[in-house]
């Protein structure tokens, strides 16, 4: 939200500005709730990597925990410059990790196992060139959501095929953070007029981070969950420090 204060980065070239002010705290940071509140998504990111890499799981747990930190690094950058470059930093980030997730709920049924990795990565190439030539605009956000409601059918096949409670339950905390976050980002964008006008801005966009943070963080540990399971691994969901879950499995000795 613009308002006058002069900037290191210089006028504002994104196409989209949340309902912040801009360079309310220091003129190297734009919008400085924005960017700050992608600083969980990158620690919780962390922590899932360090748990797939300790306990063996597949190569591409690993590059699903990289890449949420990718994006929410992007984020940061986009939100601390409100620049069109860095806004494609953040934009084209959020495509690959959506392109990632589908490969990771429907790849164990894929009968031609090199087909899909091979097109979702020149998918994901072309989108790179072309959005760095293109404004998409609304055409970003309805692109996205159509990538995002092509993973619910599966992520539901996976959720009703699980047994196990404690799964079920990141299952459903994957969905509050999500419809919760999804009502941030919404209020701050529609009615950004009004809460302007509050004493306080309760920094929906910065809240939808946080929430997506840890949506991200549910999903990912869900998704470990139901592959260790396919893989006979015996997964359970234990709890770091009684709060935070992961996954812990057994693998057989063969593997």
């Not at 700050?36 to 990597?49: E, Q």
Request: aromatic content about 16%; hydrophobic content about 45%; proline content about 4%.
């Amino acid at each position: 939200m613009a308002d006058g204060i002069s900037s290191f980065w210089g006028p504002v070239t994104s196409t989209i500005e949340c309902c912040e002010k801009n360079y309310a705290y220091s003129s190297y940071i734009a919008e400085f709730y924005n960017t700050v509140s992608n600083i969980p998504t990158i620690l919780l990111a962390l922590i899932g990597l360090v748990n797939a890499l300790r306990q063996r799981f597949e190569k591409r747990f690993s590059v699903l925990h990289i890449s949420n930190m990718i994006l929410a690094i992007g984020s940061m950058l986009y939100h601390a410059t409100l620049q069109h470059v860095q806004q494609q930093s953040d934009e084209t980030p959020m495509v690959w990790e959506m392109l990632l997730y589908m490969y990771i709920l429907y790849s164990p049924d894929w009968h031609y196992r090199s087909t899909m990795p091979t097109f979702l990565f020149l998918y994901g190439a072309v989108f790179a060139v072309v959005h760095s030539v293109i404004r998409f605009g609304i055409g970003f956000k309805v692109h996205y959501v159509i990538l995002c409601l092509l993973c619910i059918p599966r992520m539901y096949k996976y959720y009703i095929h699980t047994q196990d409670a404690s799964a079920k339950r990141l299952a459903k905390l994957y969905v509050a953070t999500l419809s919760l976050g999804s009502l941030c980002w919404f209020c701050d964008r529609v009615f950004c007029k009004q809460i302007s006008s509050w004493p306080i801005n309760p920094q929906g966009h910065a809240l939808w981070h946080l929430l997506m943070g840890f949506n991200c963080y549910f999903a990912n540990t869900f998704l470990m969950f139901c592959r260790a399971q396919q893989r006979g691994w015996g997964p359970k969901v234990v709890y770091f420090m009684g709060v935070l879950p992961y996954v812990k499995i057994d693998k057989p000795k063969t593997q």
